[in-house]
């Protein structure tokens, strides 16, 4: 059975940094496409970051140059750092994945790890 | 970058059939999947590649694609199909290859 648990969300200032990680199980994280989602309270699903079975990464402009996705295979884990964090930043952030479904569809969620930017 | 259009709000009466819409240029050459969020989860898949429902979604749940609109369609609405509702595709155009819509709010009366 598949199974995404993310952890490391928590209460920090504006500018300050974050990383957020989701355990993967059920599967082997290089052999499939895993995003992070983010959702802001009250508002839509907002995609983040994608990183490819082949470890091609891609960032919504929003983050890009401050957020970077990875992953590490000894772990099975999927990371997101984040820097320079913003109270825009603010929401619930999901670990997604394609699982053995390809790349484009994401069957797989975790049950999000909150991340509050305050000052 | 593409963009996805859904209407904010659907009511429907139990029993009755829920349509939501995902409107996108030239959508129907795209693959669309559909996510399922009730209040306090996780999103759940219901369609996927436009149509195809994964294990475990009622019949209830179906969906088409065509020209610029892609449909969910919810037949016999129950209380618990009460949710938010977005589509998501992959464009393969730029470097945001993951688009959502902005969501349906799906009310049953």
């Known amino acids: 059975e598949v199974q995404l648990v993310e952890t490391g969300g928590g209460f920090l200032q504006p500018g300050g940094s974050l990383t957020l990680s989701c355990a993967a199980s059920g599967f082997i994280v290089t052999n499939s496409y895993m995003n992070w989602v983010r959702q802001a309270q009250g508002g839509g699903l907002e995609w983040v970051s994608v990183i490819s079975g082949d470890g091609k990464t891609f960032y919504a402009e929003s983050v890009k140059g401050r957020f970077t996705i990875s992953r590490d295979i000894s772990k099975n884990t999927l990371f997101l750092q984040m820097t320079s964090l913003r109270a825009a930043d603010t929401a619930m952030y999901y670990c997604?994945?394609?699982?053995?479904?390809?790349?484009?569809?994401?069957?797989?969620w975790g049950q999000g790890t909150l991340v509050t930017v305050s000052s | 970058s593409y963009v996805l259009t859904q209407p904010p709000s659907v009511s429907v009466a139990p029993g009755e059939t829920a349509t939501i819409t995902c409107g996108g240029n030239d959508i129907g050459s795209k693959s669309v999947h559909w996510y399922q969020q009730k209040t306090g989860q996780a999103p759940v898949l219901v369609i996927n590649?436009?149509?195809a429902r994964p294990s475990g979604i009622p019949e209830r749940f179906s969906g088409s694609n065509s020209g610029n609109t892609a449909i969910l369609t919810i037949t016999r609405v129950e209380a618990g199909d009460e949710a938010d509702y977005y589509c998501?595709?992959?464009?393969?155009?730029?470097?945001?290859?993951?688009?959502f819509g902005g969501g349906t709010k799906v009310t049953v009366l």
């Open positions: 998501q595709m992959w464009n393969f155009n730029d470097d945001h290859p993951v688009i």
């Open positions: 590649y436009d149509s």
């Open positions: 997604t994945s394609s699982g053995f479904s390809g790349y484009d569809v994401y069957p797989h």
